[in-house]
């Protein structure tokens, strides 16, 4: 079936170390997104591409890199920079409409809790 | 940019009601509204959207309207069922795939 594959679903850590959240797509899709999701603060927008290669940060960037090496794949890193990276982590890929933006189909998610 | 504000913070409903979901925006260039179903555990889905051309839009029990005057837009669930307990998002976007969201509301129908 196609969609979107989130790993993993549950990730504990200690505080200064660097955690990798996985995101794969066989949607065929070109764009792709990475949120963040808190109580109350609904959905963030942390990064997304529109291409492989090509990235651009969202309004929450600090304390993450991303990559985007392949169409189907695009990884999140929580750095020891992002002071407060316990939380919801969501991807989504989309097609490309123009300038306009079409829907967004998510994964299931990847809980990090930072100990 | 873009801010996005949504009420309720949470709805309690019973099976059968209407219930109205409201988001206000600040851009007054935003041309596309989608609303999002978000179960628990799992990723948010769409389930309807409008774009800035259209006042209303429905799609069988689900109908959002929007006001670009007074730069708001509503979702509306008549007959309400159980399996409708969720969170809901909306969101609002100029174009250029950034989505700005709004803080979601929990909705609860009892039977």
């Known amino acids: 079936d196609g969609g979107i594959t989130q790993s993993p679903k549950y990730l504990f850590r200690k505080e200064g170390q660097n955690v990798t959240l996985s995101c794969e797509q066989n949607?065929?899709?070109?764009?792709m997104y990475w949120y963040r999701q808190d109580p109350g603060q609904g959905l963030r927008l942390i990064y997304y591409?529109?291409?492989?290669?090509?990235?651009q940060k969202g309004d929450i960037a600090e304390g993450y890199s991303v990559s985007r090496e392949k169409k189907e794949s695009f990884p999140l890193t929580v750095t020891s920079a992002q002071k407060n990276p316990t939380a919801f982590y969501l991807c989504a890929s989309s097609i490309l409409l123009g300038i306009n933006t079409g829907e967004l189909f998510f994964g299931e998610g990847s809980r990090l809790t930072v100990l | 940019g873009e801010n996005v504000e949504q009420h309720p913070s949470t709805l309690s409903v019973q099976e059968g009601d209407s219930a109205v979901i409201k988001c206000t925006y600040s851009?007054?260039?935003?041309?596309?509204f989608p609303w999002y179903k978000q179960e628990l555990g799992k990723g948010p889905q769409l389930i309807i959207d409008i774009r800035s051309n259209v006042g209303e839009k429905k799609d069988q029990r689900i109908a959002v309207t929007l006001n670009k005057t007074a730069k708001h837009f509503s979702l509306h669930i008549t007959e309400t069922q159980p399996e409708d307990s969720a969170v809901y998002f909306c969101a609002a976007t100029t174009g250029f795939q950034k989505l700005v969201f709004g803080t979601g509301t929990r909705l609860l129908v009892s039977p």
């Open positions: 949607l065929n899709h070109d764009a």
């Open positions: 591409s529109q291409i492989v290669n090509d990235f």
């Open positions: 851009d007054s260039a935003s041309n596309y």
